[in-house]
């Protein structure tokens, strides 16, 4: 019998999201975030540590006997969701899920790796894999010491590093971090090169290989559910704008060309929370179809959280085009978040070969 996904919040989900949604109004809201988005750090002050830390949100993924939560992809997938909508400036994605999954992936229950997860899941530390962020989890990652667009660099204390011979933990003060330009500036990139840094073997090398994709695919099928926060706040901003905004003595959104927009931008969100709710409950659950559903879910939301955006700006007339409104940061998140860890055109051909199909043109 095929087991079916459960799509549905739990009530604990729904108490976690409304804790992240009210921290993430105190402390990022919209005009913290631009004010910060241009420096060399663009992370906000005290906020890693309320909600790593405090709130215990980075340990979701780690059990209880290694200082976790001992929770679920599930309950990370709603602190992602609420992470997106405010475009938040927070390594959760990278050392929350997908540093953290690889760890586990490992299986380790003592030793560097155990240790390296306890300190993640406290907050105390925050690990980043050292791999181009575009990088999908079928992927064969060629090791090299200087590694281009790694996200979130900047923030780490420890830099997982894939080489020939296996997995390793490299303290980041003995790498080379670089910053590079990059079209969301709430998630920075970074060079990294680890010529000349020792640091600690995790794994041998087809361990690690096998650890590093786990990490990918725990990322890929989160950042699902990231992409949906995205749309989600641009479709009720935009919605709210445009009941707002009145033209000929009516509010634009009464005018039907536009409803009919808002209502496919809808359709649009409805499908991509089904797609990025299937791909955390087969995480969660261990499904054997979870890649499958992984790739179903980037291949969709990618691109829902880009239209959503785009129709965001556009539906906000000249304001969506100004610096001081925030629907440029949702915009350039979704189009960055829609070539990480894979674009949907990589993760299409990934469900074709899957499925033993022929590859989509």
């Known amino acids: 019998m095929t087991r079916q996904p459960d799509l549905l919040y739990s009530e604990t989900e729904d108490d976690l999201r409304a804790a992240v949604r009210s921290l993430l109004a105190d ?140 997995l390793y933990a490299v303290d980041a003060r003995d790498a080379e971090v670089t910053r590079q330009s990059s079209l969301d500036l709430t998630r920075p990139l970074a060079v990294v090169d680890t010529r000349g840094a020792a640091g600690v073997r995790l794994a041998d090398a087809e361990a690690g290989r096998a650890a590093v994709r786990q990490g990918l695919l725990a990322g890929a099928g989160l950042l699902a559910s990231e992409q949906l926060g995205i749309a989600e706040w641009c479709l009720e901003e935009t919605v709210r704008h445009t009941r707002e905004r009145h033209q000929f003595n009516r509010p634009v959104g009464s005018f039907q060309a536009l409803k009919h927009r808002m209502a496919q931008l809808w359709l649009e969100l409805v499908g991509a929370r089904a797609a990025a709710r299937a791909a955390a409950d087969a995480l969660a659950t261990g499904a054997p179809d979870a890649e499958l559903t992984v790739a179903v879910a980037q291949a969709y939301c990618s691109k829902a959280a880009v239209h959503a955006a785009e129709e965001c700006v556009q539906l906000h007339g000249g304001i969506g085009m100004t610096w001081e409104h925030p629907a440029h940061l949702a915009l350039k998140r979704a189009k960055s978040a829609s070539i990480a860890l894979g674009s949907a055109g990589r993760h299409q051909d990934a469900v074709a070969d899957l499925m033993d199909l022929p590859a989509p043109r």
């Open 27 to 166: 402390r990022a809201d919209a005009q913290a975030v631009l004010g910060r988005i241009e420096d060399e750090r663009p992370y906000l002050p005290g906020l890693w540590d309320a909600l790593a830390g405090g709130m215990g949100a980075a340990g979701l993924l780690v059990p209880e006997k290694l200082g976790g939560q001992g929770a679920s992809h599930r309950e990370a997938a709603v602190v992602l969701e609420e992470l997106g909508r405010a475009v938040t400036p927070a390594p959760y994605l990278t050392s929350a899920v997908v540093a953290t999954g690889t760890l586990l992936a490992l299986g380790a229950g003592s030793g560097p790796a155990a240790d390296l997860l306890a300190g993640l899941a406290s907050g105390e530390r925050v690990a980043v894999l050292a791999v181009p962020f575009a990088t999908a989890p079928r992927t064969v990652i060629d090791p090299v010491r200087r590694v281009p667009a790694v996200a979130d660099a900047a923030a780490a204390d420890v830099l997982l590093v894939p080489r020939p011979d296996g």
